[in-house]
């Protein structure tokens, strides 16, 4: 339902925009965000948009640094990384909640009720 796109490998200091599109068989009333896992580490909510009223939650790390975005028209969301870092390097991954929903001070991921498959972003010289 959820098709993810967009990784790849940079260099620290460069950028990605990673791309969400849910399946139009999805309903439309929805949150979307991203999580990443890195190697060996837990996985962790990255950003999100609400359903409600498209605020938008940032993990403290990369506040400031990454934008998301969607298009509704499109159901299409967006992840811009920006001065990316070797410790952003993980498998990101795209979710979705349906209904009314949006994050306060973190993003559980129970809350999160679709998920796509992962794409790979490395940052590495």
């Known amino acids: 339902q959820l098709q993810a796109s967009g990784g790849g490998s940079v260099q620290p200091g460069g950028s990605l925009r990673l791309s969400c599109t849910v399946s139009?068989?999805?309903?439309?009333?929805?949150?979307i965000g991203w999580f990443r896992q890195a190697p060996g580490k837990e996985r962790e909510g990255v950003s999100s948009i609400s359903s409600v009223d498209d605020s938008k939650y940032y993990l403290d790390s990369v506040a400031g640094r990454f934008t998301i975005s969607r298009d509704k028209n499109e159901r299409t969301a967006y992840l811009q990384m920006n001065s990316l870092k070797p410790e952003d390097t993980a498998e990101y991954y795209c979710?979705?909640?349906?209904?009314?929903?949006?994050?306060?001070?973190?993003?559980?991921?129970?809350?999160?009720?679709?998920w796509g498959q992962g794409t790979l972003v490395t940052v590495s010289s």
């Open positions: 979710v979705i909640a349906l209904g009314p929903y949006y994050d306060n001070g973190n993003m559980p991921a129970r809350a999160y009720d679709v």
């Open positions: 139009q068989f999805t309903p439309d009333f929805y949150a």
